[in-house]
């Protein structure tokens, strides 16, 4: 049975995503580290000790075959991918074999011009509509996924 991790230290749809998973029938998993501590009915919390990527390392190891993780971090998509995954962004975006390249490639371009002294925009501030895209995602993701394991 497939389940839902959350990279959970600043995603803002924690409780959207509690939600939709609790309509499928499916168990939610909360990763973060110490400094972001949280708990919520619903989902199953596991705390990770501060460090570059800690939270990352523990939830792809823990990532199975036909789950759905919820991160914005391309480079623990691109290994969630790997491991034959489901990848969400907290926007809806669908992370997949097609796309992670060029995503990570963005990246590693953005980060070659604040290396050499650039400024990038930040993301724009969340709106309700950024949510309302992401559950419809999220849930016609959950339905293509459920679907293939009632065949």
Request: some cysteine; proline content about 3%.
């Amino acid at each position: 049975m497939a389940k839902i991790l959350i990279d959970a230290d600043g995603c803002p749809v924690v409780d959207l995503t509690i939600a939709a998973a609790k309509r499928f029938g499916l168990p939610v998993l909360l990763l973060c580290d110490t400094a972001h501590d949280m708990q919520r009915e619903g989902a199953e919390t596991v705390t990770v000790s501060k460090g570059a990527d800690a939270v990352d390392f523990v939830l792809v190891n823990r990532v199975q075959k036909g789950d759905v993780v919820v991160t914005q971090d391309y480079g623990l998509a691109a290994m969630v991918l790997a491991k034959q995954g489901y990848p969400i962004d907290q926007n809806g975006r669908v992370y997949s074999d097609e796309n992670i390249d060029q995503l990570l490639y963005g990246r590693h371009v953005a980060k070659k011009i604040r290396q050499a002294g650039g400024r990038m925009k930040g993301p724009k501030k969340r709106r309700q509509e950024d949510n309302e895209e992401f559950e419809l995602k999220l849930v016609d993701l959950l339905e293509e996924i459920t679907s293939k394991f009632e065949r």
